[in-house]
């Protein structure tokens, strides 16, 4: 078993921490994992590309080759689309619908949204407004994580107990919203 | 034995742990710049080894090498434009007789993630006539960090551990041995060693040159440096270095068949190795990140017995990081099937300075300061504010290696450009603009100095500065810059005018002048706000 993840986003929207929550569940699980991360100068705001590969055997290469993806897992629909040509035909896009604006030349986004919903395999998801809905606009990442599990290669119960342990340490309260943005994400991609 | 999910970085670090460490050094800088962060908080939760933030990466050397000498092990981590500040005590540190275990860990960066030029650190460990070891993942990162003391002790030499970038920021499950214990303080009994007059120094590089052959004869029995042939199949050697290996395995599968194979991990190149792969096959490939230094080796300048493809024949660019892309182009691998964008062009989205950056306030300040000059110079250093060269800011001309901002600012204003500004932050001004703070104050040179003070090393994640900021001013003060045009402002948007007033008079003045502009970077505060949570907590 194979399963390569691309994950992007924008530098600030916690990309690395998605990887870890889906790297360390599928550790649990037996698997193996590498995770290749972007540090230093594109995290301030620029572009976030980081490589998740899980296996069932030792992995060689920390960079997922061309057409190789199962997954383009991106917190923003404009980086969705800048490492398509890392998708495997048969792999899946998951994205937010939710753009960072932080250039002057950010494209049309009804555009950009159609462009994505092209592409067969394609789920977009209102992570925003979900995240709010699950009690914190912050949690847009565990709505991401959420949109992402079906597909993923590891139970959702392990996920939601990694959640559960990450969270526990700041209160029922943080817990119960982070694991209901997962569920609404989840909801959204069912 | 345990296992641990760890970055190569933190592999090294823990393999020093293991090694019996007494002290590790650095200067944060990307990629490296997670060795001693994990060192450090290592430390505050077992109290040994010591590590610790040091000035520059030349200081952070000379400290470790005094932990040497007293027979202790000790690691100096840099990244490899950081070797270039350290190059005077590592060359150095090549001919005395080592005592304790020194290594020597540089994380290159090919492809320019967050660098200014890809230099390759191989070429260093050669220049200075030394092992070097280059780990392949992150079990080697652990195992050869681990190997690099024992090897620095047996030779007497400082051993490099070379990274790069996708080594250094890849995690993966690293199994770990039984720590050593700390060595006991000694005096090496080879005092003479120690002092490099040249009496003594002769002595000492004709004892350098006469290991040589004990190196090369372990590297060339080292399992670092594994050669299999394949009698079947004689049209095609590959060489692999390093990461390099890890991308033609990524290929093997598709490619069939396993062509003969010398990886490399351990250098000097074991030339004995590679004479029986040439001997083997038709053609060699060479794969290798960073520089073509295996490559042109082989290829010199009499043409080698068979041809070698690499990057100055083509196959492989010459330039940028490898990708298993890359290496299957190489083979000769037909690309795989990927999902095209067709139709859509995508705008680039460039790192940025924050929003609320202090900088972005200097720079505007700055701006207004600067209107009605004909041709002001602006030159500016290594840091965050070095995205002042992008839009909407255009605000500075140069970036060319920590501390440059100063004396090329000098420079300019030695030659007659007028007015000429150099912008430095807090951290890059204490690791290397205090030196060229002097010579300016020793010409009074018609300058203007912006220390753009966010009390922190940003850049690299928000390291505390070796001072605490507050004392810049005594700083430079205690330098001997006039007191009268010393001036501390807070760097606020709704200070921006009247900064702009003072950094005008200043630019005016004709002598040296030196504005320090304070406010603390928006990450760490928020950072401090939240109880800082960094991902690889997260998999603990």
């Known amino acids: 078993m194979k399963y390569d993840i691309v994950l992007a986003g924008v530098g600030g929207q916690g990309v690395l921490s998605v990887g870890a929550i889906i790297a360390s569940s599928a550790m649990k699980e037996g698997f193996a994992v590498k995770q290749s991360e972007v540090h230093g100068m594109s995290q301030r705001g620029g572009a976030v590309l980081a490589n998740l590969r899980i296996a069932g055997a030792p992995i060689a290469s920390d960079l997922i080759p061309l057409g190789a993806a199962s997954m383009i897992l991106s917190m923003e629909p404009l980086e969705s689309l800048r490492y398509l040509k890392y998708l495997s035909p048969e792999g899946a896009i998951i994205t937010s619908v939710d753009p960072v604006r932080n250039i002057p030349d950010y494209p049309d986004l009804e555009a950009l949204l159609a462009k994505i919903r092209t592409i067969p395999g394609a789920v977009l998801v209102e992570s925003e407004r979900l995240a709010r809905q699950a009690g914190s606009a912050r949690a847009t990442n565990m709505v991401m994580v959420g949109a992402a599990s079906h597909r993923l290669p590891v139970r959702v119960e392990t996920m939601e107990h990694f959640i559960e342990s990450l969270f526990q340490s700041k209160g029922a309260k943080v817990v119960d919203t982070n694991l209901k943005a997962f569920h609404a994400g989840w909801g959204a991609a069912a | ?540």
């Open chain 2, 1 to 540: 034995m345990a296992e641990m999910v760890l970055l190569g970085d933190e592999a090294v670090a823990m393999g020093a742990v293991h090694a019996g460490l007494t002290a590790a050094y650095a200067y944060p800088g990307t990629p490296s710049t997670e060795i001693v962060e994990y060192l450090i908080r290592y430390q505050a939760r077992h109290a040994r080894p010591l590590a610790t933030w040091a000035t520059n990466e030349k200081t952070a050397y000379e400290e470790a090498l005094g932990v040497s000498m007293v027979g202790r092990r000790s690691l100096v981590a840099m990244k490899h434009v950081g070797l270039n500040v350290a190059a005077d005590p590592f060359m150095n540190s090549a001919i005395v007789s080592i005592h304790g275990g020194l290594v020597v860990v540089v994380a290159d960066d090919p492809g320019m993630h967050s660098s200014q030029n890809e230099q390759d650190s191989r070429y260093f460990a050669d220049f200075g006539r030394i092992i070097c070891l280059e780990p392949a993942n992150q079990q080697e990162s652990y195992a050869m960090t681990r190997e690099a003391f024992d090897l620095s002790e047996r030779f007497h030499i400082p051993v490099l551990v070379r990274l790069v970038t996708r080594l250094a920021h890849s995690r993966a499950v690293v199994e770990t041995g039984d720590a050593r214990p700390e060595s006991p303080i000694s005096k090496s009994g080879l005092p003479h060693a120690w002092i490099l007059l040249p009496s003594n120094a002769r002595k000492q590089w004709r004892s350098l040159l006469a290991r040589q052959k004990d190196f090369l004869a372990y590297t060339e029995s080292c399992p670092h440096n594994a050669l299999a042939l394949n009698p079947e199949r004689r049209q095609l050697g590959v060489i692999t270095t390093g990461i390099a290996r890890n991308y033609f395995a990524e290929n093997l599968d598709d490619l069939g068949y396993r062509p003969s194979h010398l990886h490399i991990g351990a250098y000097p190149v074991p030339a004995a190795k590679v004479r029986s792969l040439l001997d083997h096959v038709r053609s060699v490939l060479i794969l290798e990140e960073g520089y073509p230094y295996v490559e042109r080796m082989l290829r010199g300048i009499v043409p080698p017995a068979v041809p070698v493809f690499g990057k100055e024949s083509g196959e492989v660019p010459p330039d940028g990081e490898l990708t298993p892309d890359i290496v299957r182009a190489a083979l000769k691998l037909p690309a795989r099937a990927a999902m095209a964008l067709g139709g859509l062009s995508l705008p680039d989205r460039p790192p940025q300075l924050c929003a609320g950056c202090p900088h972005a306030d200097t720079f505007d300040a700055l701006k207004i300061a600067l209107s009605g000059f004909l041709m002001p110079v602006v030159t500016s250093d290594i840091g965050c504010y070095t995205l002042g060269a992008l839009p909407p800011y255009g605000s500075i001309e140069s970036c060319v290696c920590m501390g440059a901002s100063v004396s090329m600012a000098k420079g300019a204003s030695d030659a007659g450009a007028r007015p000429a500004i150099g912008i430095i932050g807090d951290s890059t001004f204490l690791h290397s603009g205090v030196t060229p703070l002097i010579d300016a104050v020793a010409s009074n040179a018609d300058m203007t100095l912006i220390i753009v003070d966010n009390k922190t090393t940003a850049m690299t994640g928000g390291q505390p500065t070796i001072l605490p900021s507050s004392r810049l001013e005594e700083v430079v003060k205690g330098v001997g810059v006039d007191p009268a045009h010393v001036h501390v402002l807070q760097a606020h948007h709704r200070q921006t005018q009247e900064n702009a007033a003072v950094l005008r008079q200043e630019i005016e003045h004709r002598g040296l002048s030196v504005v320090i502009m304070v406010r603390e970077c928006v990450e760490t505060v928020k950072a401090k706000g939240r109880g800082r949570k960094a991902p690889e907590a997260l998999l603990a």
